[in-house]
């Protein structure tokens, strides 16, 4: 069975802040993907990176960088000098390589900035 | 942003109703989902869709059913609901299931 635990529930940092958002999951397979989703206030859920199992180089998006190590089944997630604009519940999530599977999420995590 | 249209965004209900979301795409993927959101949850599957007539069960399918009789529609039905269904349902879709999922912007259901 699959799994994704994201053990911090709330987060609260001061604006310039760096932050990271924890990621740790479970999978038998060999083959999965990870993915991370930011849902802001306004309540839609947005795409930010996926990451494949054989992938394991760490990748920068402006502030964003996200860091995948396997030996610890980890997906971890660092907002960079943080903006009152990152205030938002973040989800990871775990799909494994079969036809149609859904998204496993954790239970997200929620990242308060405040100015 | 991917083509995806929830119907209605909101509603309020009665135990014992019927009640059918609708899920509209007009990107023609193959792949259509139907989440619900609960807090302390997160997101979890409720049936999905991989093609025409295909469908299947996910995690939380019980009370619920859908359908899917054309390729850009996938509907979500409660054939009774009952107060536990009250959340926020999501539908998502994707072309392959390694590729990221895109999600409507959901749909506020309250069932009194």
């Known amino acids: 069975a699959q799994k994704v635990t994201q053990a911090q529930t709330e987060i609260s940092v001061v604006e310039k802040e760096d932050v990271t958002l924890d990621c740790v999951y479970e999978?038998?397979?060999?083959?999965?993907?990870l993915f991370w989703y930011k849902q802001p206030p306004s309540g839609e859920l947005v795409f930010l990176i996926r990451?494949?199992?054989?992938?394991?180089q760490n990748e920068i998006s402006g502030r964003y960088s996200w860091n995948f190590q396997k030996s610890t089944s980890s997906f971890n997630f660092t907002i960079t000098a943080s903006q009152v604009v990152d205030s938002a519940v973040y989800f990871c999530a775990l799909s494994v390589n079969q036809a149609g599977t859904a998204l496993i999420f954790g239970k997200g995590t929620t990242l308060s900035v405040s100015s | 942003d991917a083509g995806i249209t929830q119907s209605p965004r909101h509603k309020v209900t009665e135990t014992g109703t019927p009640v059918t979301l609708r899920c509209h795409q007009t990107e023609n993927h193959r792949y259509m989902y139907w989440y619900r959101q609960d807090p302390g949850h997160g997101l979890r599957l409720i049936h999905y869709s991989y093609g025409v007539k295909d469908t299947d069960k996910g995690e939380v399918s019980d009370g619920y059913s859908v359908s899917r009789s054309k390729t850009e529609d996938f509907l979500l039905t409660l054939e009774s609901a009952t107060s536990s269904q009250t959340s926020v349902y999501f539908c998502a879709i994707n072309d392959d299931s390694n590729q990221p999922q895109h999600f409507g912007d959901g749909t506020r259901l309250s069932i009194l």
């Open positions: 990451r494949n199992s054989f992938d394991e």
């Open positions: 999978t038998r397979d060999t083959t999965y993907y």
